[in-house]
């Protein structure tokens, strides 16, 4: 079961979402369907229902609101550290998992986060800098270690290079675990764009039967699946993981 993707809920939602905004719904060819639903994140959800699960997803984590608070702490004293050491350091926080999503410098400043021996060396030079400041991104060494390079994009016509590392469980991706850095022409990192899932992992490998993952996607678009209508292909697909927001919502 561990090669059946949780993400084929999300497939059939993306696939509806799709055809309600698509031009020939807006064009008028079918009236009675409405653009109602809108990008959704369980983490931007300020309903009691969607409330109620991420309590429910908490208490069944070995996650505590002391570990919580113990990253919390830490990322507050890993950005004072990095405000000490870089001149004009700007740290902008995220909205789903309230962690620093944007970190760079400010436009009159002469700071750099971090400067890179050459092309080569940039993937290293980003690694060594979520190392230093692992607080900051709530991540663990072992973590670190784990992330793999996505893209490694030589310097465009602008000068900027990109260097993109992916976060895993158990080898398998985090959905939007990312970490993204530029680098100008003089190979200094200028800019760290963050989404890499915060605190220890504690994921189960059972993630119950698929057909029940579809039919839940399903309904969230008002969508009701016939009982003998199985997931086609649903056997194809590869799992990826939702990153959960371990601080407060």
Request: net charge positive; with cysteine; glycine share 8%.
């Amino acid at each position: 079961m561990r090669n059946v993707l949780v993400f084929a809920c999300l497939s059939i939602a993306g696939f509806c979402l799709y055809q309600l905004r698509s031009p020939g719904v807006a064009a008028g060819d079918h009236p009675e369907i409405r653009p109602v639903f809108e990008n959704y994140s369980i983490r931007l959800d300020t309903s009691t229902a969607a409330d109620e699960v991420l309590r429910r997803y908490r208490s069944q984590s070995s996650f505590s609101n002391v570990d919580r608070d113990v990253v919390i702490e830490r990322m507050a004293a890993a950005e004072h550290r990095l405000r000490q050491s870089v001149s004009g350091v700007v740290v902008e926080y995220g909205d789903e998992l309230h962690t620093p999503e944007i970190i760079g410098t400010s436009a009159i400043s002469k700071g750099v986060l971090a400067k890179s021996t050459g092309s080569n060396g940039r993937e290293r030079t980003l690694r060594t800098f979520i190392y230093a400041n692992k607080g900051l991104f709530g991540v663990t060494e072992k973590q670190i270690v784990d992330l793999t390079l996505e893209v490694g994009q030589s310097a465009r016509a602008s000068g900027i290079s990109i260097v993109d590392l992916q976060q895993s469980i158990g080898g398998v991706p985090v959905f939007q675990g990312t970490m993204r850095a530029a680098f100008d022409r003089g190979n200094k990192l200028v800019r760290v764009i963050n989404y890499l899932a915060p605190g220890p992992f504690d994921v189960r490998d059972d993630f119950g039967a698929p057909e029940r993952a579809v039919a839940a996607a399903a309904r969230n678009v008002g969508i009701k699946l016939p009982k003998t209508r199985s997931a086609d292909h649903v056997w194809t697909a590869k799992m990826l993981f939702f990153s959960t927001a371990v601080l407060p919502m």
